[in-house]
């Protein structure tokens, strides 16, 4: 089981930027392909963004794309989802999992089964 901390959440104001982390522990995280998934109130949890494990190559959703960037450090363990533009319906709780991959590419789909931690709340509102 892949142990995954987020972190960075808060309130922010339409237009605004955060920088989310997932760090990871007991694992390198080169190895597995990692998401960002969020989950607001009354809807299903969606995929947000994921990187690959073998070539760090990146995936987004279309609701994000051109907005969001995620990347990892490896020598720290950790991924980060930098969210820019952010707009009220960006608001949710962030989750980062191991996704599903082709071919070593990520996919926005949780690897099954999927270990969801607490989440980070992202709130945008003026």
């Known amino acids: 089981q892949l142990q995954l901390v987020e972190s960075g959440g808060g309130l922010v104001q339409p237009g605004g930027s955060l920088r989310l982390s997932c760090a990871a522990s007991?694992?390198?995280?080169?190895?597995?392909?990692i998401g960002w998934f969020r989950q607001a109130p009354g809807k299903e949890r969606e995929g947000v963004s994921c990187v690959s494990g073998p070539d760090g190559s990146t995936e987004y959703s279309d609701s994000v794309k051109g907005r969001f960037t995620i990347s990892r450090d490896i020598a720290k363990n950790t991924v980060y989802l930098q969210m820019n533009s952010l707009r009220p319906e960006d608001t949710a709780v962030y989750y980062c999992?191991?996704?599903?991959?082709?071919?070593?590419?990520?996919?926005?789909?949780?690897?099954?089964?999927?270990?969801w931690g607490q989440g980070t709340q992202v709130t945008v509102s003026s």
């Open positions: 007991g694992f390198t995280l080169g190895v597995y392909a």
């Open positions: 999992a191991e996704t599903k991959s082709v071919f070593g590419r990520c996919l926005l789909a949780p690897k099954s089964p999927a270990y």
